[in-house]
């Protein structure tokens, strides 16, 4: 079955980085388009971030210039290299894949605050 594994996640001072990883099991992780989203608390699960299956990229206004979504196929993971990190990006990072079928991640935490 479907799993997807985040990590990477935790407090960094604003302007630091972090680098979150998601690893993917159980589907043909190449033909899948992968995204990271982000829910703060109360708010709703927003997307952060697009990688397609064959490499093309997208990512929120916010985020844009600060943030980096990569993907390793024969590793079957996805990144997102988090630069100038903001307290307003405090928020669990939730890792998607989709294609036929949709599946998602159990989130990490991501908390910036000094």
């Known amino acids: 079955q479907a799993q997807l594994v985040e990590s990477g996640g935790g407090l960094v001072q604003p302007g630091g980085s972090l680098r979150l990883s998601c690893a993917a099991s159980?589907?043909?992780?190449?033909?899948?388009?992968m995204g990271w989203y982000r829910q703060a608390p109360g708010k709703q699960r927003d997307l952060v971030a697009v990688?397609?299956?064959?490499?093309?990229?997208n990512s929120a206004e916010s985020v844009k210039g600060r943030f980096t979504i990569s993907r390793d196929n024969a590793k079957k993971t996805v990144y997102l290299q988090m630069n100038s990190l903001k307290p307003e990006d405090t928020a669990v990072y939730y890792c998607?894949?989709?294609?036929?079928?949709?599946?998602w991640g159990k989130g990490t935490l991501v908390t910036v605050s000094s």
């Open positions: 998607n894949a989709h294609w036929r079928a949709n599946y």
């Open positions: 990688i397609t299956s064959d490499g093309s990229t």
């Open positions: 159980g589907i043909t992780f190449s033909l899948y388009d």
